[in-house]
């Protein structure tokens, strides 16, 4: 009884320690620890690994926001290709994709557009994140995504869908707003606000804790 119980708080402290920043170098443990999620992780694992970074925002018209570190991209990106029946994504894969976008973390913010718009686009929202020093950091990068359908369940898609043209006649229900960060630019274990904003109006703000996310 006392080794399982050993064992387990050992098991505890691995698993905090593990999360308890951003991880801004993805090395071959963790690639092989993302592996094992992406190939074995049985549904309510991968739920319970998903939670951790999303950040429900619910005012309108963001709904929630999804965190991308590296590490989740490359658990995103194997499952992707699991679905569709690729079992061929495997360490090189995650080196390649790693040397692609290693150092970037994205925000994706959920949006839902009142059904009364008239855009014919996605209006241009900005995300940005700010320090609790007050410092803002503004994306490197920003990919505006049309909606004009319900939104798919689950996690954001990695890499994202492309964005259809709108058929003639169909409101545009909704955005995703894509925002890549320089991971130099931030704090591993920080907390920051994200901003969205539209012009120059702050439609929402929520906090994320890098701390929580690995």
Do not use: H
Request: aromatic share 6%; net charge neutral.
């Amino acid at each position: 009884m006392r080794q399982a119980i050993s064992a387990l708080l050992m098991l505890s402290v691995a698993i905090a320690t593990a999360i308890a920043a951003v991880q801004t170098d993805v090395d071959l443990l963790a690639i092989d620890e993302a592996l094992t999620l992406i190939r074995s992780g049985s549904a309510p694992e991968l739920e319970r690994f998903n939670a951790l970074y999303r950040v429900k925002v619910e005012k309108a018209p963001v709904d929630y926001l999804e965190v991308v570190t590296p590490f989740r991209r490359i658990v995103l990106t194997g499952r992707a290709r699991a679905a569709t029946g690729d079992r061929g994504f495997g360490q090189r894969q995650a080196i390649d994709l790693l040397a692609e976008a290693g150092g970037r973390l994205d925000v994706y913010a959920e949006i839902t557009l009142s059904p009364l718009n008239t855009y014919i686009g996605v209006p241009e929202y900005v995300v940005a994140l700010v320090n609790s020093s007050g410092t803002r950091v503004p994306a490197t990068e920003t990919t505006r995504l049309s909606r004009w359908m319900a939104r798919r369940p689950g996690p954001p898609a990695v890499p994202p869908f492309e964005a259809p043209t709108i058929p003639r006649g169909s409101p545009l229900v909704g955005a995703t707003v894509i925002a890549g960060f320089d991971l130099k630019e931030l704090a591993p274990a920080g907390t920051y606000d994200v901003v969205v904003e539209l012009g120059d109006k702050e439609v929402a703000r929520a906090t994320v804790a890098l701390s929580g996310m690995r």
